[in-house]
């Protein structure tokens, strides 16, 4: 079983962009990208549809971190999802080049999240995705119950297209 | 010295892009075979094929690659094109489908470009909305020949890059409702059609060049939207008004918010 996940090159401008404008007392920016799902023999294909920004409002003061979201920013996303019946991405970037991949404490902040949306929405995947400047990497998962998996594939669509490898097959 | 070395300026790393590419290409006939004999000269690994005909003796005017020969017992048309591609393409990855595109979405999904060579303006905006969902590049090309009395004929022809959120045929004015629903009250009684070799070679030809530049990043900043007017008689390929006049506008066809399958379930997908 492996995931490609596909992004319209404007799109991940439009996420970039975002995701660069400071904000009033957090160090760096979060949001969601919701997807659409479709498959073809055992590969999931996990299709951007928009971007959400985390209003400004619904962040923490937290120094510990970059970022730390309250409660009505996930509220939102998980009334998004199950209103659209989407799929929805945490998204974040930690800049430089090349493949990103998460920390230990994104990894511990999505274990906590994700699994409250395949509750919700168990109809169709959701995850989280961490971007560089060129690159992006994810975690999906199947299942409440289950452990995240790495999207293998991801598909820029531009001109020109672009495509790289996430992680394992 | 690779056999690529003379299209080696599409990229230091543009035989392995190549390779790695799927093209699927639907409709093998006139304009369709010649896709598929210059995918293949220019190294292109994935091959997806599909076309319900065999070769008829009226097809051999302009179907490139097919010969007398095929036609007794008649061949698949995607026969043909497999053994243009085996016949030029190391380690090939080929999926042929002898039937309607319809039965082959699963595979159309894994194409990273998907080109139309179809006749019907009905499967040319269904081929173009499956394309959308799955946020794959459609190019569609297509030709007719007309009848202009004393003056002779007039052949004119199209060639579009219907790229995800970009103006689409609709969008270019060549799918319309009156020509969907012109087309739907003659079904079954469409009859052949004037098709000639060289201008379905030229479509063709400049369809390919846009695959290339889809894959490869050869020069800066090339179009996104496409809309070539093909003039036959004067031998020219020059862009449509609308090209200009849409670059910057938003598909109203085509959300980007009607992307993947709604029909999907990840219980049933993890139960199968």
């Known amino acids: 079983m492996k995931a490609h996940f596909k992004i319209t090159g404007a799109l991940l401008a439009e996420v970039r962009k975002d995701l660069a404008r400071p904000h009033p007392f957090a160090f760096e920016r979060v949001g969601w990208i919701s997807v659409g799902a479709s498959q073809s023999g055992d590969c999931i294909y996990l299709i951007a549809r928009s971007y959400q920004p985390v209003a400004d409002d619904d962040y923490l003061p937290d120094d510990s971190v970059g970022a730390m979201m309250g409660p009505e920013a996930i509220r939102k996303a998980l009334q998004s999802s199950r209103k659209e019946r989407v799929g929805m991405f945490h998204v974040h970037t930690h800049g430089g080049e090349g493949l990103p991949g998460f920390s230990g404490l994104d990894l511990r902040e999505m274990a906590k999240f994700v699994p409250n949306f395949l509750q919700l929405s168990p109809r169709i995947p959701h995850g989280a995705l961490v971007?560089?400047?060129?690159?992006?990497?994810?975690?999906?998962?199947?299942?409440?119950?289950?452990?995240?998996?790495?999207?293998?594939?991801?598909?820029?669509?531009?001109m020109p297209l672009k495509k790289w490898k996430g992680g394992y097959e | 010295m690779s056999r690529y070395d003379r299209q080696s300026f599409l990229g230091k790393d543009s035989d392995d892009v190549l390779h790695g590419a799927t093209i699927g290409a639907v409709g093998l006939g006139g304009g369709g075979s010649h896709i598929v004999q210059q995918t293949a000269h220019l190294g292109i690994g994935g091959h997806l094929h599909i076309d319900p005909d065999i070769i008829a003796d009226t097809n051999t005017n302009r179907l490139v690659g097919g010969t007398l020969k095929d036609l007794d017992p008649a061949l698949p048309k995607v026969n043909i094109a497999e053994r243009m591609v085996r016949g030029l393409v190391d380690n090939p990855r080929i999926k042929s489908i002898?039937?309607?595109?319809?039965?082959?979405?699963n595979d159309l999904k894994t194409c990273d470009v998907i080109i139309g060579a179809v006749d019907s303006y009905i499967e040319r905006e269904q081929l173009e909305r499956f394309a959308r969902r799955h946020l794959i590049p459609y190019i569609d090309i297509g030709m007719d020949v007309h009848d202009i009395g004393a003056n002779g004929f007039l052949i004119g022809g199209q060639i579009i890059l219907s790229m995800p959120g970009k103006p689409c045929l609709r969008?270019?004015?060549?799918?319309?409702?009156?020509?969907?629903?012109?087309?739907?009250?003659?079904?079954?009684?469409?009859?052949?059609?004037?098709?000639?070799?060289w201008s379905n070679g030229v479509l063709a030809s400049t369809a390919v060049g846009i695959i290339v530049q889809l894959l490869t990043?050869?020069?800066?900043?090339?179009?996104?939207?496409?809309?070539?007017?093909?003039?036959?008689?004067?031998?020219?390929?020059?862009?449509?008004?609308?090209?200009?006049?849409?670059?910057?506008?938003?598909?109203?066809?085509?959300?980007?918010?009607?992307?993947?399958?709604?029909?999907?379930?990840?219980?049933?997908?993890?139960?199968?």
């Not at chain 2, 004015?173 to 009684?189: D, F, V």
């Not at chain 2, 004067?234 to 449509?240: A, M, W, Y």
């Open chain 1, 131 to 158: 971007l560089s400047n060129d690159s992006i990497f994810g975690h999906y998962w199947l299942s409440e119950k289950s452990k995240f998996q790495i999207i293998s594939e991801f598909f820029e669509i531009g």
């Open chain 2, 98 to 105: 002898n039937g309607s595109w319809h039965t082959a979405l």
């Open chain 2, 171 to 197: 969008c270019c004015g060549l799918i319309t409702n009156e020509r969907l629903t012109q087309e739907a009250g003659k079904y079954g009684a469409a009859g052949s059609r004037p098709q000639v070799v």
């Open chain 2, 217 to 272: 990043a050869w020069f800066i900043n090339p179009p996104n939207f496409v809309f070539l007017d093909y003039d036959g008689n004067l031998g020219t390929v020059t862009p449509n008004a609308r090209m200009k006049l849409l670059a910057n506008k938003i598909c109203p066809h085509h959300p980007i918010t009607e992307v993947g399958d709604s029909l999907f379930d990840l219980r049933k997908f993890v139960a199968r």
